[in-house]
């Protein structure tokens, strides 16, 4: 686990800690110091702490003009024993929305397990952004992962699953993956609609 290393290849066009609208600006990170722990496995130093014990985060890309953030985790989403999504609503999303933030694709990829409770802060976040038009997806989501989310109800909130699963978003840059994912809920309403 220590060398899952957060995606580095946009650090040329965006880094949290440099962003003063950042809920992580001025972080600082040792490169060889390795503190923080998933399942007992220690993780690379990059991941970002927001509250959780069990999952950790790294902002990717935040576009204020474009309204959207980029957020990749790691980790097990744990919403039954430490309410992970209150800190992620409440740590960083509440912030962001300050900023006019209402588009968010969360990389779902390198989380390992998701326990659910009850989908009241997911609900909340649907409704604040849903204001604007905004919208939330989770990317890449393992089917165990997946499953837990559909059971908690989560989908009626965010995006998941399907052709949600299938994207190397590694390839685009980060307005291009804002457009397939815009593109993608297009083609999702449609298939829904016929």
């Not at 800690?17 to 722990?37: A, L």
Request: net charge negative.
């Amino acid at each position: 686990m220590h060398d899952i290393e957060p995606y580095y290849k946009w650090r040329d066009r965006y880094v949290a800690s440099d962003d003063s609208n950042s809920p992580f600006h001025g972080r600082s990170y040792d490169e060889f110091m390795f503190k923080k722990k998933v399942y007992n496995y220690f993780i690379h130093p990059q991941w970002d702490e927001f509250g959780s014990s069990t999952l950790y985060m790294k902002m990717l890309f935040v576009d204020y003009d474009e309204h959207f953030a980029i957020i990749e985790l790691i980790g097990e989403w744990n919403d039954t024993l430490h309410n992970d999504v209150m800190y992620l609503k409440r740590e960083i999303v509440d912030h962001l929305s300050l900023h006019d933030i209402d588009k968010y694709v969360l990389i779902c990829e390198n989380v390992l397990n998701f326990h659910g409770s009850d989908n009241c802060y997911y609900e909340e976040w649907f409704e604040d952004i849903n204001e604007t038009s905004g919208w939330i997806c989770f990317l890449n989501t393992h089917q165990h992962v997946e499953q837990e989310m559909a059971d908690t109800r989560i989908h009626h909130y965010a995006n998941i699953g399907g052709n949600f699963n299938d994207v190397n978003w590694r390839m685009y840059k980060p307005k291009q993956l804002i457009q397939i994912m815009e593109g993608l809920m297009d083609s999702s309403v449609k298939q829904l609609l016929y």
